[in-house]
């Protein structure tokens, strides 16, 4: 995640903030152009402190969920962002209200991530091909869970519940469990159909570092959760789950490709470095590149790995569990720098 300044007084500012907790200026993020905007609270409209534009804040600011920007004479509502809900639990039980909160934090920051990948993002609400968001509770129907269905994805609103993910976590054996790693996982099943689906040569090759995806998907999963993982699952896929299925394996190393962009493209705006004794001088690359505007994949890892150990360490020195428990090894990482090709290939064709 990008680093952002106060337009008028140059202090940090964090992507949520809605206002400069130095001078009181307000803020907000234009996705126009990936910047945060501030203004004089005490004017009259909102003209920002380093231009001549006029804005406007999305709908949702109303519920102190989304501080995006709109153009003040946009026909627009809601931003780019928020106009992928197609539902919200009642925010009349306070629970719902407080989780759903939590859940346009990490939407918000998956949607800043899928426009750094370079692609346009329809909202299914008004192109059939595009994706949207439904933030449900189950209560009437234990039927209903998190997932996709041809852009349609759903997250229970519980999940935003940090003890109910705990308690999940715990269940299922899981080393990590969070809301961005629900929506980037969800968000892969949709890029597959687009991406993948839809072109014969990434389909083939698809087949060759992933498997067959036609092997019956209902039957695989009850396989899994019977069974669970195949012993040595570690030196070819990032999760036990990814064992599962084909399709389970592209989403959850979608989502750990995202994982690591975002990672090393935080450490690059701050301007982290990490000199590790423990790795060889001429392999120590300082995070000093935006990692979307790198070809290599490569270079991305061999500057992801020093990172995620050092703020690893980080956590175990305070008694907190890992940020990233996982081992990216070479079969993993040949199959995250397929995901980064084919990105780059239709971004840049």
Known sequence: MKVFQCGHCNYPLFFENNSCENCGHLSGYSDFDRQMLTFDPSGYSLISDVGQLEYKYCKNEQYGVCNWLLPKNSIQEFCHACQFNRTIANLSVDQNFQNWRHLEVAKHRLIYQIQKLGFDLPSKLVNEKGL???????????????GHADGVITILIKEADSTFREQARKELYEPYRTLIGHLRHE??????????LSDANALQTFRIIFGNEESNYN????????????????HSFISKYATSHPWEDWAETWAHYLHIMDMV?????????????????SKR?????????????????????????AVNSINRAMGI????????????????????DLLWSKRNP
């Open 187 to 196: 968000v892969g099943h949709y890029f597959w159909n687009r991406l993948i």
């Open 219 to 234: 039957d695989a999963l009850h396989t899994y959760y019977q069974h669970g993982a195949p012993n040595n699952w570690q």
């Open 132 to 146: 949207c968001f439904d933030f449900i509770a189950n209560n009437d129907d234990p039927e209903i869970m998190t």
């Open 265 to 281: 493209e935080t450490a690059h705006f701050f301007g982290l470095e990490v000199n590790d004794k423990t790795i060889p001088e």
């Open 321 to 340: 569990s890992d940020v990233y428990p996982f081992v990216i090894t070479t079969t993993v990482k040949n199959k995250m720098k397929f995901i980064h």
């Open 285 to 309: 690359i300082a995070p000093t590149f935006d990692p979307y505007t790198i070809y290599d994949f490569e270079t991305i890892v061999r500057v992801c790995i020093p990172i995620s150990y």
